[in-house]
């Protein structure tokens, strides 16, 4: 078996799909993207396939160091996230050309079940607590929220207060028996996080989503030290040598993203490094359909597993939604706030190429916001 054809389509609201054949008609699909730079890891991705042409799709290994190796310059997250979308599509043709699903290949289910979040943003209390309680009424068990909007390095009381008030009306929307996950974006500086921190953790949210900046990941040690809340990060983390510093310094969770962080290969190897610490998984995901496939792929093999995020109407769709690209969208379905375990082969989900394909000739330029200090200056999003 070989592969003859590579093929990437910008697809709405923000996603970038890949398509890989085979000489004998097997398709795999993954999801090579940078939020906001999908363009530039399609350029990736068509260079890399200078590498897979010709070669047998199901040696995903020996691709993968292929894709990440032989060149003189490595890492970066547009090059692991093209990778990370090729690596997706080989696992799903070796799944294909096996008619076994990519978590039997990966030693086998280890649980029946996948628990999903969904999102709420985090603006008003009133409005995030609103967004809480209808998340929960479709049946998840658990919600993240962003921390705060616009956020000061040094913040005053009252910013501070407004933060725990957010947390404090989500709560009683949803109540003691379900989880809420904090999101600080990278906002909050190491200082601001240590004086927050400890407010919210009366309120026992599940964990605080990277609490500083990736820059700082050698600081994170004194925010883990410094509080109970449980501190999780990695959606900014590419590989096992990214994770290993904040796993040193104690994090909880671990969230690499499967379509940043080197796909389905190295995204196992970063659990494993996890369970070693004590850590638990809980991939980031706010992308499309094949992202959330590959993540639960991982998730039904992987011990130290926690929960899985998923994007259905995340504030960042406009256009278009996870399921819009699916033929069948049952296999996604979260009831009593799960996913359960399909046997399907490959990753499991069957793309609506046509609709694939139309979307790409209206394509999408999606770009973050970019935000500023009332000084002028420029403000993390």
């Known amino acids: 078996m070989k592969i003859v054809a590579v093929e990437t389509f910008l697809v709405p609201p923000r996603w970038l799909f890949c398509r890989i054949e085979t000489d004998q008609g097997l398709v795999g699909w993954g999801e090579p993207v940078v939020e906001g730079r999908a363009e530039t890891v399609r350029a990736a991705v068509d260079e890399l396939s200078d590498l897979l042409i010709g070669r047998d799709p199901r040696r995903v290994e020996d691709l993968w160091q292929l894709m990440t190796k032989a060149a003189f310059y490595r890492g970066g997250p547009v090059l692991s996230s093209a990778v990370a979308g090729i690596d997706q599509a080989l696992w799903d043709i070796l799944g294909r050309s096996l008619g076994v699903p990519v978590h039997q290949l990966l030693g086998g289910a280890v649980r029946d079940e996948v628990r999903v979040y969904g999102w709420v943003g985090g603006d008003e209390p009133a409005e995030v607590a609103d967004a809480a309680a209808a998340q929960t009424a479709a049946g998840l068990t658990a919600v993240k929220m962003n921390a705060a909007g616009r956020m000061d390095r040094m913040p005053d009381r009252a910013t501070v207060r407004s933060v725990v008030d957010r947390l404090a009306a989500v709560r009683e929307a949803i109540g003691d028996d379900r989880d809420v996950a904090v999101d600080f974006h990278g906002r909050f500086g190491v200082a601001a996080a240590r004086r927050v921190i400890p407010e919210l953790a009366p309120l026992h949210p599940m964990f605080v ?3 500083v900046l990736p820059e700082y990941t050698h600081r994170l040690g004194d925010l883990v030290t410094s509080t109970t809340v449980p501190i999780a990060c990695g959606e900014r983390l590419f590989s096992r040598t990214d994770f290993l510093p904040a796993l040193q310094a104690g994090i909880a969770v671990a969230q690499p993203d499967l379509s940043h962080a080197g796909g389905i290969s190295e ?3 970063i659990a494993s490094l996890a369970e070693t610490f004590d850590a638990l998984l809980a991939p980031h995901c706010p992308l499309g359909p094949l992202t959330l496939a590959a993540s639960l792929q991982v998730a039904f093999a992987t011990p130290n597993f926690l929960i899985q995020e998923q994007s259905i109407g995340i504030h960042y769709h406009d256009g278009a939604e996870l399921l819009d690209y699916v ?12 996913i359960r375990r399909w046997d399907a082969p490959g990753l499991g989900v069957e793309i609506d190429e046509a609709a694939v394909r139309e979307a790409d000739r209206k394509g999408h330029r999606w770009r973050p916001p970019v935000w500023r200090h009332d000084d002028g200056s420029f403000a993390e999003w």
Do not use: I, K, W
């Open 267 to 269: 995204v196992r190897r």
């Open 209 to 211: 989503e990277e609490p």
């Open 327 to 338: 033929l069948d969208r049952s296999v996604l379905a979260f009831g009593q706030g799960a």
